[in-house]
């Protein structure tokens, strides 16, 4: 990589933010596209945030990723939202479109993106279980209804913060019908999917969804992708469903936000395996 006086700026703002892939996966596709753009990592504390945003606009950076704790806030900070942006109310990406701040969320494309490439599913028609009602379940329950989902069952412990989903989403998506529940129904016989949107699992500990009552068709999806095999993701294996984990999510969301940047397609694939050397090299 060479960097001259012309070399364009990207970066991802987290805190923290040292644990993130995303400065290899998107620097190896700047590479391997020819341009002689950079990508960074820019630890900033939430007191910062508007700050930081200024200075990202002062610096003129062409993009950057956003990712915890800053997707929601930083939203009253941009100046455009896209349309799933502003449904979901959280963004993980913002192009700089000649000075306007723009907000993107690639999170749910990833989402629909991998179930199709890691697992084979299309959720148009399906019954779907989600776990979870944070910011990432926010992203996938609004990318599920909007691929087509005739129901989703969102499961979270607080139900209240699955109640404010049900209620947002029903009005966008009333032809998909979205229920909420505190613990997961006893039986999982007729749904098509479960899909673990919290971090439970990354400590080895496991989450209260038993697989096992899922039927022999279903796709059990777990956003955790470090373990690269949580328990839940081990469970359905030894029940022969198909799965994956949220390495292929990962990727997915940063080739869409390297074409919002650059109006390119990475190489296909790239992103993933460089995620693959990377999360297995690591401690993890
Ligand atoms: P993210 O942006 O990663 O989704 P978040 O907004 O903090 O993070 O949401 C975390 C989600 O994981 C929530 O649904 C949370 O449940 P609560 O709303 O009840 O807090 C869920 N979660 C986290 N730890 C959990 C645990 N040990 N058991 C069950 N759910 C858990």
């Not at 939203?75 to 449904?87: C, F, H, K, N, Q």
């Amino acid at each position: 990589m060479i960097i001259t006086g012309t070399t364009r700026l990207l970066g991802i703002i987290g805190d923290p933010v040292g644990h993130s892939r995303s400065p290899q996966m998107q620097n190896r596709a700047l590479v391997e596209a020819g341009l002689e753009w950079v990508y960074l990592p820019f630890h900033v504390l939430p007191e910062r945030l508007e700050a930081a945003v200024a200075g990202l606009r002062a610096l003129e950076i062409h993009g950057f990723n956003v990712t915890v704790p800053h997707k929601v806030a930083i939203v009253p900070l941009l100046d455009r939202l896209s349309p799933e942006a502003a449904e979901i109310g959280a963004v993980n990406t913002v192009l700089n479109d000649n000075g306007t701040l723009v907000g993107h969320n690639t999170d749910g494309f990833g989402l629909i993106a991998s179930l199709e490439q890691d697992a084979g599913f299309d959720p148009h028609g399906g019954e779907l279980v989600v776990v979870g009602a944070g910011g990432a379940a926010r992203a996938a329950v609004h990318a599920l209804c909007g691929a087509g989902a005739a129901r989703v069952v969102i499961v979270n412990r607080t139900v209240g913060r699955a109640s404010d989903l049900a209620e947002q989403y029903g009005a966008r998506f009333p032809e998909v019908r979205i229920e909420v529940r505190p613990t997961l129904p006893s039986s999982l016989a007729r749904y098509d999917l479960l899909l673990n949107t919290t971090s439970v699992g990354m400590d080895g500990s496991s989450l209260a969804a038993d697989p096992a009552t899922l039927g022999s068709s279903a796709v059990v999806y777990d956003m955790v992708y470090s373990p690269s095999e949580s328990p839940l993701l081990a469970a359905a294996r030894l029940m022969g469903l198909r799965r994956a984990n949220g390495l292929g999510m990962l990727a997915a969301q940063g080739e869409r936000a390297f074409t919002l940047w650059t109006g390119l397609t990475p190489p296909q694939g790239l992103m993933k395996a460089v995620l693959q050397d990377t999360v297995l090299g690591s401690r993890f």
